[in-house]
């Protein structure tokens, strides 16, 4: 008895199944989940670069402290050269590039002792940035 109620509810059983599906209820999980901004996400897809906003933002600075330097540069022409606390002879690109260097190696060395977020190494880098054009 018990036997033939089992297979008299199966069918309702299946086509409650079936309904759901129809009613969307199969596609949940499949459903894309909406995003915010994101700094890893690729600006251009299929391109030979992973342009993300990120790297698009290291490399607009960099080529903004150049166009700086060179209005500079074309304002006051020599590069301003100075005698600082390692004991160099220094221009403004040589500051610059000093800088990038040093923020470089400040960013390394925070992933590899602390991982990420990486704001801690930035404060560090402007922070060096700073201790660069003004001592170096």
């Given at each position: 008895m018990r036997r033939l109620v089992r297979l008299a509810l199966l069918p309702a059983l299946v086509s409650g199944a079936a309904h759901a599906q129809q009613a969307g209820w199969g596609n949940v999980g499949q459903?894309?989940?909406?995003?915010g901004f994101d700094w890893t996400r690729p600006l251009f897809d299929g391109f030979w670069m992973a342009?993300?906003?990120a790297t698009l933002a290291v490399f607009a600075g960099i080529f903004a402290a150049m166009g700086?330097?060179?209005?500079?540069?074309?304002?006051?022409?020599?590069?301003?050269?100075?005698?600082?606390?390692?004991?160099?002879?220094?221009?403004r690109g040589?500051?610059?590039?000093l800088t990038l260097l040093g923020t470089?190696?400040?960013?390394?060395?925070w992933l590899f002792l602390f991982g990420q977020p990486v704001w801690g190494a930035?404060?560090?880098?402007?922070?060096?940035?700073?201790?660069?054009?003004?001592?170096?």
């Open positions: 459903q894309p989940e909406e995003t342009w993300t906003p700086v330097l060179t209005v500079l540069e074309i304002r006051r022409p020599g590069g301003a050269p100075r005698d600082g606390v390692l004991g160099l002879t220094t221009t040589d500051r610059l590039f470089a190696f400040i960013f390394l060395g930035l404060a560090l880098s402007i922070g060096w940035g700073v201790f660069c054009f003004w001592k170096v």
